[in-house]
């Protein structure tokens, strides 16, 4: 951006700045949310729940689709752009 610009956008700046701090904690919830290190404790504590009785083999198997889906997500390389879009 030009001089002119940047002084025409100050009044902004705090929103911008705003901006810019959801992004990167939306980046960082994101990066958790698909580690594979998280993914995998997820499954061995949900298979944990299984075997004492706490869920159904049902309830059990639809969220290991999920988790499944989240690490293949984050082994391909995380959910999107770190924008908050998926690719």
């Known amino acids: 951006m030009g001089l002119i610009s940047e002084v025409l956008l100050l009044p902004f700046a ?3 700045g705003g901006a810019w701090a959801i992004r990167q904690v939306l980046h960082e919830a994101e ?9 995998r404790a997820e ?3 949900l298979e944990q ?3 004492a009785g706490e869920i ?7 969220q290991e689709d999920e988790l499944l889906d989240r690490l293949e997500i984050g082994l391909r390389g995380g959910p999107g752009t770190g924008e908050g879009t998926a690719r």
Request: hydrophobic share 30%; glycine share 0%.
């Open 56 to 62: 159904s083999e049902e309830e059990f198997d639809r």
């Open 14 to 16: 705090p929103a911008r």
């Open 49 to 51: 729940r299984l075997e």
């Open 31 to 39: 990066r958790i949310y698909y580690d594979p290190a998280t993914v």
């Open 43 to 45: 499954l061995a504590q």
